[in-house]
């Protein structure tokens, strides 16, 4: 692999704490170490392969042989690395032609056809495994990016004037903790969806009936889709107005870290949070140029917010009130 066919294929951020590289046809991403984040250097800013050889030659201080070796071996193990965590849940996103489809089990279901913007089923209603609107939710966070709106995988809530993300795979508890929350005097904004507003300082505002408002939306498209109808989507931009909200926080959850009484947070480096962001902000379209803007999004917003990994109690009983006991001490030491 060629530094100009490296640069097209991957994209590098380095930060302090470390470096994060980017697979720009698949998704995927690579926490690098020390070595791995040199070779990735050379390799993204040299004009030829000879180039980069002889640099890293010399930062290694290693014969040419020798660094040949090693970039090849790198780039091979890169090769052989799995590209991008596998999604879950019945439905998958991809590129069919000119239009995107939802397909289950393989075999589509809904089509996007993102020049028309037109969402349009690909089999008879009769033919689905679960309710129209189901899979017309599943894929209005990708209508949303098509209309140039951010969107974060996330349930939300505000508590003393503070509003938590919390994002996770299906199953990590995002929700449930945030219902949680909500519960003990928290108040809710969003459950799934956390519609991000755009500009220099991505993520620190969201749009406060923004997951509402596609919704509501969504559930006139699922009956207007299901008489056979295309159903434009342009007007689903909407969901993306009205007042918005700052966001401080988010919290990654994960089914595997359920233990203890209390709401735990471990702030994560910026490599971390930008790793975690890649995975939990939903993307539109596939390509490299669309997978570079995504990675300047998430690094944007690790910038600007305070990202942690979280630990909350496993079973209802102790969640809420380890909830409860949260929002009692941040009202408390906000007074």
Not at 46 to 71: G, M, R
Not at 296 to 317: H, K
Request: hydrophobic share 40%; aromatic share 8%; with cysteine.
């Amino acid at each position: 692999m060629t530094p100009t066919d490296f640069r097209a294929r991957f994209a590098l951020e380095r930060l302090e704490e470390g470096a994060l590289l980017v697979d720009l046809e698949g998704g995927g991403y690579f926490r690098l170490n020390e070595t791995a984040a040199i070779i990735c250097t050379a390799l993204s800013d040299a004009k030829d392969t000879p180039s980069a050889i002889a640099l890293l030659s010399h930062q290694f201080n290693e014969l040419p042989e020798s660094t040949t070796t090693l970039v090849k071996t790198f780039l091979q193990d890169l090769s052989q690395s799995e590209r991008r965590e596998r999604p879950t849940g019945p439905f998958r996103y991809s590129l069919h032609g000119t239009r995107y489809c939802l397909e289950e089990d393989g075999s589509p279901r809904v089509f996007v056809d993102p020049t028309a913007k037109t969402l349009s089923l690909a089999v008879r209603v009769a033919d689905l495994k679960y309710p129209v609107l189901d899979y017309v939710r599943a894929v209005t966070p990708k209508l949303l990016g098509f209309l140039g709106i951010r969107v974060l995988h996330a349930a939300s809530c505000t508590v003393a004037g503070e509003s938590i993300a919390f994002a996770g795979r299906s199953g990590a508890g995002k929700t449930t903790t945030a219902k949680a929350l909500a519960a003990a005097g928290a108040r809710l904004s969003s459950e799934d969806l956390l519609l991000l507003s755009d500009g220099e300082t991505l993520g620190t505002s969201f749009f406060t009936f923004g997951e509402r408002l596609a919704h509501t939306w969504a559930d006139l498209a699922a009956a207007q889709i299901s008489s056979g109808r295309d159903v434009p989507f342009g007007d689903l931009a909407a969901a993306a107005t009205g007042p918005q909200e700052r966001l401080h926080a988010i919290w990654f959850l994960d089914v595997t870290r359920r233990r203890g009484n209390h709401l735990q947070q471990y702030e994560l480096d910026r490599v971390s949070g930008l790793g975690e962001l890649l995975r939990h902000l939903f993307l539109a379209r596939a390509g490299a140029s669309n997978w570079r803007s995504q990675v300047q999004a998430a690094r944007r917003l690790a910038a600007n917010l305070q990202l942690s990994e979280a630990v909350v109690p496993d079973g209802i009983a102790l969640l809420t009130q380890a909830a409860a006991d949260y929002v009692t001490l941040v009202r408390e030491a906000t007074r």
